[in-house]
């Protein structure tokens, strides 16, 4: 099966400046990469999502690449603000299946 | 409502008891899933219904766990013999088509205590 991994598990960055957070996955196979944010006591919620025929993605201050052959994905977050302190998944999806598979999380905190 | 609703939010059973957790999803999603997520750790796939047929149960960790959906709408997950590694949120996720990686919309979760 897939394996995701994540990193860093935590982030602080100042109010502002970027954050990146990187993925791998295991799977060629996969081709559905969606982030998600979660806040304390809620759901993960997806931010934004890449497919495998595409490079990069961007909406706003929130950016995603993708090396499919390394595979490798990163979120990228420009000119933090204090509400983007959550914590952050990356995900995969293998091509006929609908599970995702989750990396175990980075908490980022935006220090004001 | 307008986004997946789950009950309880919080549950406490005493090791050995049974429980239900309740999902209603989005109304008119075709695809229900249900994800484990221990403290610190991103969720983990338990299970996934097709409107009413369960088509991948692979992540149910053992036979204690069963889940349903018999009307292709609201998805009962029942937790037989509580123990307390048992103890985690449990989220439900519901999307629009299917094998289509449609956006999946989470619930609240219901955060389970076995004590």
């Known amino acids: 099966g897939e394996n995701v991994e994540q990193h860093p598990s935590t982030l602080s960055v100042q109010e502002g400046d970027s954050a990146v957070i990187k993925c791998t996955y295991s799977d060629s196979a996969s081709n559905y990469f969606p982030w998600y944010k979660q806040e304390l006591g809620k759901g993960p919620q997806l931010i934004i999502d890449i497919r495998s025929n595409v490079g990069e993605k961007k909406d706003q201050r929130i950016a995603v690449t993708l090396n499919k052959t390394a595979k490798h994905f990163s979120l990228h977050i420009t000119e933090t603000q204090p509400e983007d302190s959550a914590v952050y998944f990356c995900a995969a999806i293998l091509f006929g299946n609908e599970k995702l598979t989750f990396g175990t999380g980075t908490r980022l905190t935006i220090i004001p | 409502g307008a986004g997946v609703s789950q009950s309880p939010r919080y549950k406490v059973a005493k090791r050995g008891q049974d429980v239900a957790l309740r999902c209603d999803p989005i109304s008119g999603h075709v695809s229900l899933f249900w994800y484990q997520q221990a403290l610190g750790q991103g969720p983990e796939f338990l299970t996934y219904?097709?409107?009413?047929?369960?088509?991948?149960k692979s992540g149910l960790p053992s036979d204690r766990f069963f889940a349903e959906r018999p009307e292709g709408s609201v998805s009962t997950l029942k937790i037989q013999r509580t123990q307390q590694e048992d103890s985690a949120v449990y989220l439900c996720?519901?999307?629009?088509?299917?094998?289509?990686?449609?956006?999946?919309?989470f619930g609240q979760g219901t955060r389970l205590t076995v004590v």
């Open positions: 219904f097709q409107n009413e047929a369960q088509l991948d």
């Open positions: 996720a519901s999307s629009l088509a299917a094998g289509m990686n449609t956006e999946a919309f």
